[in-house]
């Protein structure tokens, strides 16, 4: 029996639409499975890959492995059983299967595959005149719209490979892109004002080689600000290890604005910094005179 006599007995047997199957092997013999007690009906299919489908419909509800190829079945009462399922194999033997008393049957697939939203025709709104008349002016510069839209990604690239090699260039990322010197700078700012707490964080992020002879200064405006220690030596850095450095920061005008604090990790003798970072400083409170 091949899969074409498959086509003609779901229509037969289950009396009410035509359903094509694709089959994953030969088909040796069908059995219909008519459980009167659920009232749940099925179509059980033997294949020589020593496997039994279960199809309610165009749903493959349940798979049955065998040792050896089912050449026949009957489904039916069994002894005192009413969902029982007699199979003999090609090598001769016997296989009797029991459902269960408790067995909940779920009209689904049970292969992985698309949800069951997917089937459902979606709500699609009427055509406004407004939806019409934009249809009609795409259609018409469809040409002229697309090269303004490559036009407009190709300046976008442009831009973004501009300001990363500037970045680059003057150091102004959190990480340096020097291999010779691989270091992560991170900095944080605590306080209300007008005193605050500046903190740099600094890691050396190579695997072996420490860093040596750093230096770590500071760029602000001195009619908004005053430091504590303008520059910071920078001890040996051993790999992975997180370093601390803290300075005192003095907001020394009464006007409630802020201004940035620039970072810079150099190296001694050197006037090109590894590494910038820009903090933005918070508005200073006012000061409290007793």
């Known amino acids: 029996m091949n899969k074409r006599v498959l086509k003609s007995v779901l229509a037969e047997e289950m009396g009410k639409r035509l359903w094509v199957l694709t089959l994953p092997a030969n088909v040796m013999t069908m059995e219909l499975m008519d459980y009167k007690t659920r009232g ?5 299919v033997a294949l020589d890959n020593c ?17 050896d190829i089912v050449t026949g079945m009957k489904f039916g009462r069994f002894g005192r059983e ?7 194999t090609k090598g001769g033997g016997l296989i009797v299967k029991i459902l269960k008393r408790n067995s909940v049957f779920e009209e689904k697939d049970s292969r992985p595959g698309p949800p069951a939203a ?12 407004l939806f019409v008349d934009q249809t009609m002016r795409e259609r018409e ?3 002229t719209m697309h090269r303004m839209f490559q036009r407009d990604l190709y300046r976008l690239r442009l831009d973004a490979a501009r300001s990363y090699v500037k970045a680059l260039e003057t150091s102004m990322t959190p990480m340096s892109a020097d291999p010779l010197e691989p270091l992560k700078l991170s900095a944080t700012v605590n306080g209300i004002g007008p005193s605050f707490q500046l903190t740099v964080n600094l890691q050396n992020t190579s695997s072996a080689t420490p860093s040596i002879n750093l230096l770590i200064t500071f760029q602000y405006d001195e ?16 790999p992975g290890l997180n370093y601390a450095f803290q300075t005192l920061v003095e907001c020394i005008s009464d006007k409630a604005i802020a201004d940035t604090i620039k970072v810079f990790v150099l190296r001694k003798g050197k006037s090109m910094p590894i590494i910038t970072g820009n903090i933005n400083m918070p508005v200073s409170e006012a000061q409290v005179v007793v």
């Open 51 to 67: 496997e039994v489908h279960v199809y309610n419909e165009k749903y493959l509800v349940n798979t049955i492995k065998t040792e």
């Open 223 to 238: 009619k908004l600000y005053q430091l504590q220690r303008s520059s910071i030596k920078v001890p040996l850095l051993v």
């Open 40 to 44: 749940f009906k099925a179509i059980m």
């Open 118 to 129: 997917q089937n459902q025709k979606l709500n699609i709104p009427k055509k406004t005149k």
């Open 82 to 88: 009413d969902g029982a399922l007699v199979m003999t």
């Open 141 to 143: 510069n469809a040409v």
